[in-house]
């Protein structure tokens, strides 16, 4: 999958992770300071991403630095992806 239809896939389960329309991203927006995300809405993210990608997040992966940005997150996804064989 390409960098930019996983971004996409970010701004789809923000907008339901957020319970707002989510738009004018880019990847360096920050997940927390500019969206407002928190703690409950990150775990749903991540199980949005989880059903929408078929990818499995183990928590014991997961990093801060992970939700720092947009870009960091594509990343973290991207990888996930390599190590599933469906990228």
Same mark, same amino acid.
């Given at each position: 999958m390409e960098r930019t239809g996983i971004i996409e896939h970010?701004?789809?389960?923000?907008?339901?992770?957020? =319970?707002? @329309?989510?738009?004018?991203?880019?990847?360096t927006t920050m997940l927390y300071e500019d969206l407002g995300?928190?703690?409950?809405g990150t775990l749903?993210?991540?199980l949005h991403l989880e059903d929408i990608l =078929?990818? @499995?997040v183990d928590p014991e992966d997961l990093e801060m630095g992970v939700f720092h940005t947009v870009g960091s997150l594509a990343d973290y996804i991207t990888g996930r992806l390599v190590a599933t064989g469906t990228a």
């Open positions: 970010i701004q789809q389960s923000l907008t339901v992770a957020l =319970g707002r @329309e989510v738009t004018g991203m880019h990847e995300l928190e703690s409950i749903e993210l991540l =078929g990818i @499995e």
